[in-house]
């Protein structure tokens, strides 16, 4: 049995959906922390289990009689990476044969994207569980560049510290699908690391220039320096932490960390992956 995480959220709930085109219900399980928000996966008939990657017995219990584990990387970020060790440990004690982890693009120490840098750690621990692991090191998705925006989809100006360096952005239901791929054929993918990534990197001036072409009116990047941002969002009433976060974001990408582009996504999905242009109209038409 298929067991993946974080199934409330969207990684998590679009990997099942591509898991259910592939397989039976009967062999795929769902961790939710709150069941109330899993009606819709209750109604395809999978197995719900209950769990709290801060609580290792909850995750003890609800791993029993799974196979692989994919495990999608914690939303919350406090103590995240004893969070992923409880969830490691959990599997271990219950014979998991694979765990597959959603880590990020080419994670690193010394990483600006700071709160990134827990999958570092969470993968050195994992790499030497003796579990057969595959890490899924996830570049930024396309649909989060809007959070990054402000109110630029209305005033058509959008300010960021993202620098111009060429950054690969790929669209998160490719992930789910690859993510899919992978579960049902763990064994294949026993100690790979992906770098999960789109076809092609653009600079934020060229993703300013899509976004242009898809709401049809004139849209322009301008790079600004993180202390500005962090004032301006400050006057705005953004609370500390968000300020800090999309701070780091925009370091991250204005750095290079990820102006890579690599094969594996295309392999895994067997087909080219979707362009950054397709994704955002998807995602901008409902916006
Ligand atoms: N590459 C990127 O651009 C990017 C962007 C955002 C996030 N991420 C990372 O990738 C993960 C998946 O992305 P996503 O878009 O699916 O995020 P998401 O929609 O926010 O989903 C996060 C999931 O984590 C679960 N979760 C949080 N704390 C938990 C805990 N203590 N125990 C068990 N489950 C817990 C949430 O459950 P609840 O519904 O109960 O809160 C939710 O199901 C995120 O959690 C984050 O680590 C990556």
Redesign the pocket.
């Known amino acids: 049995m298929i067991l993946v ?10 990997t099942i959906d591509f898991l259910l085109k592939k397989q039976t219900s009967n062999t795929i399980a769902a ?4 069941t109330t ?1 899993a009606e819709e996966l209750k109604a395809t008939g999978i197995t719900l289990r209950k ?4 609580d290792y017995a909850s995750l003890l219990q609800a791993f029993k009689g799974i196979d692989t584990l994919v495990l ?5 970020m406090e103590n ?1 990476v004893a ?1 992923h060790i409880n969830a490691i440990n959990a599997a271990k004690e219950n014979g998991v044969k694979h765990i597959i982890y ?1 880590s ?2 080419q994670t690193s120490e010394k990483s600006k994207f700071t709160a990134g840098i827990d999958h570092f750690h969470t993968e050195v621990y994992l790499k030497t569980s003796g579990i057969p692991y595959t890490v899924f090191r ?4 396309a ?2 560049i809007p959070m990054f925006m402000g109110d630029a989809l209305t005033s058509g100006n959008w300010y960021f510290n993202g620098g111009n360096t060429q950054a690969n952005f790929a669209a ?1 239901t490719d992930m789910a699908e690859a993510l899919a791929n992978v579960a049902v054929n763990s064994s294949a993918h026993a100690s790979k690391v992906y770098e999960i990534t789109s076809g092609k990197t653009y600079s934020l001036t060229e993703v300013a220039s899509i976004i242009s072409k898809i709401i049809g009116k004139e849209f322009n990047y301008t790079a600004i320096s993180t202390a500005d941002q962090a004032a301006a969002m400050k006057q705005a009433g953004l609370p500390e932490y968000v300020i800090e976060l999309i701070g780091t974001i925009g370091e991250t990408i204005a750095a290079g960390e990820i102006d890579l582009v690599d094969p594996s996504l295309e392999t895994l999905l067997k087909r080219k992956p979707l362009g950054l242009e397709e994704t955002l109209t998807q995602i901008l038409k409902v916006a």
């Open positions: 995480t974080g199934a409330s959220g969207h990684l998590g709930k679009l961790l939710v922390r709150d928000k769990g709290d990657y801060a999608v990387s914690s939303g919350s995240r969070q959603t990020m693009l996830n570049t930024f998705y649909e989060v998160r």
